[in-house]
């Protein structure tokens, strides 16, 4: 049973850096995409972006200037750095498993999710 | 971008009635659309995918239809724990955008 948890700082200032990683456990990061989606407090859901395990990614262009995803298979977890935040970028981020493999093409598995306050 | 637009926005219903949800696409997005639940505080869940494939472990009562643009998810029978908020996305193309979603409350 392939679970995803996300990590990373609850809280980044201004225009800095927001970092967050998710470990796979349970099954191989090989193979399949692997997104970012995010929620802020009372909206809907964003998708940000996914990685294929070979590194090949798409971005929202609403975010593309700013986002970098990476992927690193020898550890079995991949990333998300999302660059001069302001606190519009205040949200609970959720990793999630795309799932083209299997021919379901949706986000079949997810992380918890973890809240980024943005504040100075 | 592909728009989703979800209605309605919420509902109320009581436990044991059917209630349908619908989304349209801007676009045409062929059968590439998903339906999630989500509860307060968790991550969505998803329960249907290509517009109409129940996902393993999801009760029969969800179950979901296409007519060109427009997609209906229809929850038959319903149970306490179905009363979340749910939401639509189209895995057409990128971005892979999500209806605004619908919450469902218990009348």
């Known amino acids: 049973q392939v679970q995803l948890q996300e990590s990373g700082p609850g809280l980044v200032k201004p225009s800095e850096t927001l970092s967050l990683t998710c470990s796979v456990s349970g099954g191989s990061i090989s193979g399949d995409y692997w997104s970012w989606i995010r929620q802020p407090p009372g909206k809907g859901l964003e998708w940000i972006g996914y990685i294929f395990s070979s590194g090949s990614t798409s971005y929202n262009p609403s975010l593309k200037s700013r986002v970098t995803i990476s992927v690193d298979t020898s550890e079995n977890q991949f990333s998300l750095k999302l660059y001069s935040v302001t606190t519009a970028d205040t949200a609970v981020y959720f990793c999630?498993?795309?799932?083209?493999?299997?021919?379901?093409?949706?986000?079949?598995?997810w992380g918890q999710g973890t809240l980024v306050t943005v504040s100075s | 971008d592909i728009q989703m637009t979800q209605s309605p926005s919420s509902l109320s219903a009581s436990v044991g009635d059917s209630v349908t949800v619908t989304c349209r696409a801007s676009?045409?997005?062929?059968?590439?659309l998903n339906w999630y639940q989500q509860k307060p505080g968790k991550a969505p869940k998803l329960l249907i995918f290509h517009a109409s494939s129940l996902q393993s472990g999801v009760p029969p009562r969800f179950s979901g239809s296409r007519s060109g643009t427009e997609f209906t998810l229809t929850i038959s029978s319903l149970q306490r724990e179905d009363f979340a908020t749910y939401y639509c996305?189209?895995?057409?193309?990128?971005?892979?955008?999500f209806g605004q979603g619908t919450k469902l409350e218990i009348k």
């Open positions: 676009e045409s997005i062929s059968r590439y």
């Open positions: 999630a498993r795309r799932n083209y493999a299997a021919g379901i093409d949706a986000f079949d598995i």
């Open positions: 996305q189209q895995s057409y193309s990128s971005p892979h955008t």
